[in-house]
């Protein structure tokens, strides 16, 4: 060797066998290492790209779930209405027929008093009749007994009118 290249100490041989030795050390890693390594981060990818599809597909499903469920809440808030609607129709109705049948009976019960009333009448002036009736009948009686003069005949009718005051 020369002193110069001594100094650069760059040997053909050398560096050519160095270069071989780095190909085949990386050849090597190449082989038992990189490929395992990337198949290992494959491998996490794709289970990573498959959790990721499977809560995508949940997040469909929930959201579906969701929509039916709303759905079916409508329904119900619906059929809660219309059987709200029903049962307010059949009261209204239950209410109308009980305030008519409570009209008929209180029509009903007037009617009764007031026939009654009119019988009631009735039979207070048939009464005051016989009554007056017997009282002309005393009256004329006791005309019938004593000659009248005037001061007798207004004493008969004070009387009378007291009777018929008392009477009533």
């Given at each position: 060797?020369?002193?110069?290249?001594?100094?650069?100490?760059?040997?053909?041989?050398?560096?050519?066998?160095?270069?071989?030795?780095?190909?085949?050390?990386?050849?090597?890693?190449?082989?038992?290492?990189?490929?395992?390594?990337?198949?290992?981060?494959?491998?996490?990818?794709?289970?990573?790209?498959?959790?990721?599809?499977?809560?995508?597909?949940?997040?469909?499903?929930?959201?579906?779930?969701?929509?039916?469920?709303?759905?079916?809440?409508?329904?119900?808030?619906?059929?809660?209405?219309?059987?709200?609607?029903?049962?307010?129709?059949?009261?209204?109705?239950?209410?109308?027929?009980?305030?008519?049948?409570?009209?008929?009976?209180?029509?009903?019960?007037?009617?009764?008093?007031?026939?009654?009333?009119?019988?009631?009448?009735?039979?207070?002036?048939?009464d005051l009749k016989n009554e007056i009736g017997g009282i002309?009948?005393?009256?004329?009686?006791?005309?019938?007994?004593?000659?009248?003069?005037?001061?007798?005949?207004?004493?008969?009718?004070?009387?009378?009118?007291?009777?018929?005051?008392?009477?009533?």
């Amino acid at each position: 060797m020369t002193g110069f290249e001594s100094f650069v100490g760059i040997d053909p041989w050398t560096a050519l066998f160095t270069f071989c030795n780095m190909m085949i050390t990386f050849a090597v890693l190449k082989k038992f290492l990189f490929k395992p390594v990337k198949k290992m981060i494959d491998d996490r990818q794709a289970e990573i790209d498959t959790m990721y599809a499977d809560a995508d597909a949940a997040k469909q499903k929930a959201a579906a779930l969701e929509q039916e469920y709303q759905q079916h809440l409508q329904s119900i808030r619906d059929e809660r209405d219309t059987l709200l609607r029903e049962a307010t129709a059949r009261a209204q109705k239950r209410e109308e027929e009980i305030v008519g049948e409570a009209r008929a009976e209180a029509a009903a019960l007037r009617a009764a008093a007031e026939a009654d009333i009119a019988q009631e009448r009735k039979k207070a002036v048939n009464d005051l009749k016989n009554e007056i009736g017997g009282i002309a009948v005393d009256i004329a009686g006791k005309v019938v007994e004593r000659e009248i003069n005037e001061t007798d005949h207004k004493a008969l009718i004070d009387e009378f009118i007291r009777n018929v005051g008392d009477a009533s």
